[in-house]
C-alpha cells in the first residue's frame, strides 16, 4: 500500500493540499509517538478511544482546550483511512491510495499515539484496558470506536471473497474487488444488498449500483445487465424528498428493487446468493449472480457490547444533544459507535464534533452543556459518475440543506463536491478541529433564514 498520496484531484487543490501535507509532515517528524505505548504515561486529562474519523478530530480540539501533552489517542491501526471515497473507488472512479494516510501523520502533533487496542472499559474507576496490558486512567474520557463490520455472519463469508465476482466497498481489503467484478462483468444478475442491521453511510449500498448502471451503458453491457437492489429494509431511503428522486431514478434506468430481501448465505464457488424474506419467516430464495456487492450486517464494536458504557444494543448511551454519557458525567461519545438517532456518516460526525467540543469546554468549567446538536447527517448520493443528489437532514429526518437550490436533483457540482472538495475538507480541516460541519454556511447562504 503506498502510504502518502494526493488526496484531491484537481491540480490547483492538490498543489495546495500538498502544500498543507508537507507541513503537517515535517512537523511529524519532530515529535514522539510512543508506537506501542512503552513510554506512554498511565494518566490523561482527555483520553481518546479510537483514531478514526471522530477520534481524531476530537484529539486535534482537545489538544486546543487542554494542551497537546494532556490527550491521548487509543488506536491500534497504523492506517488511517477516508472511507467516504470507496464509493468511488469501487466504480474505478479513485484510486484505493488516495483513501490512506499513515496514522501518524493525523495525530495532532504532541498527542500521544497509544497504538493498542482497548479491551475493557472501567468507567466506575475512570479507566481503560488495552490488549498491551496497560490500565489508563483519565479525567474525561471520548469514545470514537466507530462500527463493527460482520462479514462472518453471512454464512461463506469471508471465505467468498477469494473467489471473483464478489466486492464490497465497505471495507479496505474488499473494495477493490467490487471494480473488478463490475470489469469482468459479461452477462446476468448484478446484485446489491443491503443489511437487515444499522450500517454507517446507508446511501452507499445503493451508489455502486447506480454507478455500475452507468459503467455497463458506457461499456455497451447495459442490455445484458439485470439489476437487482435486494434491501432489507422496507424503504429506498428514510427522508421522503431524496427517496421520491431515487425512485424516479429508479424506474428510469430499470433497476429492480426488492424490500425486505435478506442476504444470509453466499456460495461463491457457484456464483448464488441466498436471502430470506423478512416478511416470510423460513422463505428462502437462491438467485445466480454475475456480479454481487455485499454491504455486510455491523453492529457496535465488541469492546462495547460487555461494557458499563453501553445501551441495551450495545452502543455508547449518550445524551441526543450534548452527546455527554447518560450516566457517567466524564465520558463522552461520538460518531458511529454512539446510540445518537441519526444516520452515521462522516458529515454527522463533522457536526457532532463542534458540539461535542462546547459540551465538554462547559463541563471542564463545572457548568451545563449548552449547544444542542440536532442530528444533522448528510448522504452525498452518487447517481452516476458526474452526478449527485446531496441530502443533508436532521433527528426528524427533514431535509437541512446549505447550499440555496433544489439538493433533490441530480447535479455536477455535487458530484465535484463529494469527489474532490470533500477529501481536501477532511484531511486539512475537519481532521484538524476546524470543520464543525456547514451550519455556518446554511445560514449564510439562506441569510440567516433557516
Ligand atoms: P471510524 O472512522 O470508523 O473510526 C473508528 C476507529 O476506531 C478506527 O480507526 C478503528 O481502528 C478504531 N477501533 C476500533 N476498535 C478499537 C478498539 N477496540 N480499540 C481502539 N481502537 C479501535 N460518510 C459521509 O459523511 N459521507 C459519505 O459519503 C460516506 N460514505 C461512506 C461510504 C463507505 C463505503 C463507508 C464504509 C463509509 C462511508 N461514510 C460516509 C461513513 C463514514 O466513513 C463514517 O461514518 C465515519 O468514518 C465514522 O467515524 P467514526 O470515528 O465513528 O468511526
Ligand atoms: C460534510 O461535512 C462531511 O464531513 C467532512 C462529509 O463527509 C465526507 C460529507 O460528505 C458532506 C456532504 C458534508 C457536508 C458539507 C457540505 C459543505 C454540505
Same mark, same amino acid.
Given at each position: ?26 512537523? +511529524?517528524?519532530?515529535?514522539? /509517538? @510512543?508506537?506501542? *505505548? ?5 494518566? %490523561?486529562?482527555?483520553?481518546? &478511544? =479510537? ?72 468507567? +466506575?474507576?475512570?479507566?481503560? /484496558? @488495552?490488549?498491551? *496490558? ?5 479525567? %474525561?474520557?471520548?469514545?470514537? &470506536? =466507530? ?304
Amino acid at each position: 500500500m503506498t502510504p502518502l498520496v494526493a488526496v484531491v484531484s484537481s491540480p490547483r487543490a492538490r498543489l495546495f493540499a500538498c502544500f498543507l501535507r508537507l507541513g503537517a509532515q515535517q512537523a +511529524d517528524s519532530l515529535q514522539l /509517538h @510512543t508506537g506501542a *505505548g512503552l513510554a506512554a504515561k498511565n494518566h %490523561y486529562e482527555v483520553l481518546v &478511544l =479510537g483514531g478514526g474519523s471522530g477520534g481524531i478530530t476530537m484529539a486535534s480540539r482537545m489538544k486546543r482546550r487542554v494542551g497537546a501533552e494532556n490527550v491521548a489517542i487509543i488506536e491500534p491501526s497504523e492506517r488511517h483511512f477516508y472511507q467516504p471515497i470507496w464509493t468511488l473507488v469501487g466504480a474505478g472512479a479513485k484510486q484505493l491510495s488516495s483513501s490512506v494516510q499513515p496514522t501518524a501523520s493525523v495525530i495532532p502533533s504532541g498527542v500521544e499515539w497509544i497504538k493498542a487496542r482497548v479491551v475493557e472499559l472501567n468507567p +466506575d474507576k475512570s479507566c481503560i /484496558h @488495552t490488549d498491551s *496490558g496497560k490500565e489508563i486512567s483519565y479525567k %474525561y474520557l471520548i469514545i470514537a &470506536l =466507530g462500527i463493527q463490520l460482520d462479514y462472518e455472519k453471512i454464512k461463506g463469508l469471508p471465505e467468498g471473497f477469494a473467489h471473483p465476482k464478489i466486492g464490497s466497498n465497505y471495507s479496505v481489503r474488499t473494495v477493490e474487488k467490487t471494480w473488478k467484478a463490475l470489469q469482468d462483468f459479461k452477462e446476468g444478475n448484478a446484485i446489491f444488498t443491503f443489511p437487515n442491521t444499522p450500517i454507517k453511510c446507508a446511501g452507499a449500498p445503493q451508489k455502486i449500483m447506480y454507478l455500475s448502471e452507468a459503467y455497463f451503458r458506457k461499456t455497451g453491457k447495459r442490455s445484458k445487465a439485470n439489476i437487482i437492489f435486494n434491501t432489507s429494509l422496507g424503504v429506498i431511503f428514510g427522508v421522503k424528498k431524496y427517496a421520491d428522486a431515487l425512485q424516479k431514478i429508479i424506474k428510469e434506468r430499470n433497476l429492480t428493487v426488492n424490500y425486505k430481501q435478506n442476504l444470509i448465505e453466499v456460495r461463491a464457488d457457484k456464483q448464488e446468493a441466498v436471502f430470506e424474506n423478512l416478511d416470510k419467516p423460513g422463505e428462502t430464495q437462491v438467485v445466480s449472480y454475475e456480479m454481487l456487492h455485499v454491504t455486510p450486517p455491523m453492529s457496535p464494536p465488541d469492546v462495547l457490547k460487555t461494557s458499563p458504557v453501553a445501551d441495551a444494543a450495545g452502543w455508547v448511551d449518550v445524551d441526543k444533544e450534548t452527546l455527554q454519557h447518560k450516566r457517567y458525567p466524564n465520558v463522552f461519545g461520538i460518531g458511529d459507535c454512539t446510540n445518537l438517532p441519526t444516520s452515521k456518516t462522516a458529515a454527522a460526525v463533522a457536526a457532532q464534533s463542534g458540539i461535542l467540543d462546547r459540551t465538554i469546554s462547559l463541563i471542564m468549567k463545572n457548568e451545563k452543556p449548552m449547544k444542542k446538536y440536532d442530528g444533522y447527517t448528510s448522504c452525498p448520493l452518487v447517481t452516476g459518475y458526474n452526478r449527485v443528489i446531496l441530502a443533508e437532514f436532521d433527528y426528524s429526518s427533514q431535509p437541512l440543506e446549505t447550499f440555496p437550490f433544489d439538493q433533490g436533483k441530480e447535479r455536477l457540482s455535487m458530484y465535484l463536491m463529494k469527489a474532490d472538495l470533500m477529501p481536501f475538507l477532511y484531511w486539512n480541516m475537519m481532521l484538524r478541529g476546524y470543520w464543525g460541519g456547514p451550519a455556518f454556511l446554511r445560514k449564510l447562504l439562506h441569510l440567516g433564514m433557516s
